[in-house]
């Protein structure tokens, strides 16, 4: 292990470039204004597997866009490792709020990151922890000591849905075997206190559009007599949560497994400092529902959330007009036993229920997932939580993360395989905001892990 560690040390200037020069590319998924450099990521992904001395990288192509595969066969009686993770990233506005440029990577350094952290989008979530797999998996190869038979998944679809991920699945399973599923697109509670998410919660993404009049209106000759849909869609909406911030669709909350005392204990357990993180935020308090922590707020129970809503002039100066329509895209958090289905249909059905007359309801589904809860007692978790000891000189802490990644669910249901997380960044590296960054000793701490992995998985 001395060899491989000596190996990274030694390249530690070429890996720090190597990220760069992938976080330069901007594979934002979900705009397909950027679907030529999403292409010219996935390949960048396949050039850098093949120079880490992967064999049969291929770039599949899909009905959206490309899946990175690859594999390295040591031995076959060996145990394989199936190593998911995500080239693209998320839309970088508002881009004003950036203090160095998305898509310059940059390392600055900061309270929580005095070593230094690379801020570009997607540093954290995903490409720098993806890559740690692939420099990790370099190492090891070059000093041979790859113990596992690796093999590589990396899709440039996870941020908006992974709608073809599913199907190259279901086409691939043979060429898909493996042992377990290793991610590393999670947090760890802090640079001090190593941890291992051992839950993702699922999500019901839903758009709903509430039409009034036939036109948009003069508001003085008509406002007053006629229903504004602004203001009804915002009624309805702040309906969603009661005076406890419980949710009110009816059914809601039916089929949420309930963790007895015991077990809400162990999570509160984790390391969790109220005051530092509203300080991080700006906040003088947090919100919720009643009878809550935070950490159960984010980790075991079920939201709510509102991330766009529009409607009716918002450009410059004023427009006296009453709207015909009224937007808002919501996502909903699920926990087990909640299925995403159902939750779309309930949150459906409710909303049509409370409209009132004078406008009329669309709900349109976007994509969905299931909530995950991994195993902590698996050959696999020990494997990790033996290579995080190993490396942060703690045993880590098992966690609920609060994020979905939807296809750790698909996994466990088409490959019949369980998944750990074993992520290196954290909830204050800004994933998905303005200022996205990565520590520069996360990243290496990702890269000198990751082999302790395979060696505990292995023996
Ligand atoms: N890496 C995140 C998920 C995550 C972040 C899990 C932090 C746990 C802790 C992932 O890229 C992500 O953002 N997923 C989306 C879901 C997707 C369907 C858009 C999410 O959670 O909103
Ligand atoms: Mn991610
Ligand atoms: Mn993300």
């Known amino acids: 292990m001395q060899a491989v560690q000596d190996y990274i040390d030694k390249n530690r200037e070429r890996f720090l470039q190597e990220l760069f020069d992938l976080l330069r590319i901007p594979s934002v998924s979900a705009d397909l204004a ?17 120079k880490a001395g992967v064999d049969k990288v291929e770039v599949c192509e899909t009905a959206g866009h490309p899946i990175v595969y690859g594999e390295k066969i040591v031995d ?38 005095p070593d230094g952290a690379i801020f570009a989008r997607g540093a954290c979530d995903d490409k720098g922890q993806m890559f740690s797999h692939v420099k990790a998996v370099e190492a090891m190869l070059a000093t041979g000591q790859l113990p596992c038979n690796v093999k590589f998944m990396i899709e440039g679809e996870e941020e908006c849905g992974s709608s073809n991920l599913a199907s190259f699945v279901a086409g691939n399973r043979d060429r898909l075997k493996a042992d377990v599923i290793l991610i590393s697109d999670t947090s760890i509670i802090a640079n001090d206190t190593p941890s291992i998410d051992c839950g993702l919660r699922g999500l019901s993404y839903v758009e709903v559009e509430v039409t009034g009049p036939n036109r948009d209106l003069h508001s003085g000759v008509y406002g007053g007599a006629v229903a504004n849909p602004i203001t009804i869609l915002a009624k309805m909406i702040a309906s969603i949560h009661d005076e406890n911030n419980h949710i009110t669709i009816q059914g809601f909350y039916d089929d949420v ?19 530092a993180y509203k300080k991080d935020l700006g906040i003088a308090a947090v919100w919720g529902e009643k009878g809550y922590t935070t950490l159960e707020r984010t980790g075991i129970r079920p939201t709510f959330e509102l991330n766009g809503i529009w409607g009716g002039y918002t450009g410059e100066g004023s427009k006296t007009v009453l709207p015909s329509k009224a937007f808002a895209k919501i996502s909903m958090r699920l926990v087990p036993n909640q299925s995403s289905d159902t939750i779309t249909r309930l949150f459906s059905e409710h909303f049509t229920r409370i409209a009132p007359q004078g406008v009329t309801v669309k709900v349109t589904p ?14 696999a978790y020990l494997a990790a939580s033996r290579a995080l000891e190993q490396t942060y000189g703690k045993k880590p802490i098992p966690t609920r993360g609060g994020g979905s990644i939807p296809i750790v669910a698909l996994f466990e249901r088409e490959l019949g395989l369980k998944t750990v997380l074993m992520g290196f960044g954290l909830d204050s590296d800004a994933l998905h905001s303005p200022n996205e960054h990565y520590g520069v000793f996360n990243y290496f701490q990702g890269i000198a892990t990751i082999p302790w992995f395979y060696k505990y998985f292995a023996e």
């Open 34 to 50: 950027y679907k030529s450099d999403v292409a010219r990521c996935a390949d960048s992904v396949a050039d850098h597997l093949r």
């Open 76 to 113: 076959p009686a060996a145990p394989t490792v199936l190593v998911y993770g995500h080239y693209d990233v998320q839309p970088a506005d508002p881009i004003d709020l950036w203090e160095t440029p998305a898509f310059e990577p940059a390392i600055r350094k900061t309270a929580i990151h």
């Open 257 to 275: 497994q309930v963790l007895d005392s015991a077990e809400r204990t162990e999570l509160n357990k984790a390391p969790f400092d109220l005051e």
């Open 366 to 379: 976007h994509h969905g997932g299931e909530p995950v809860v991994t195993p902590t007692n698996s050959r």
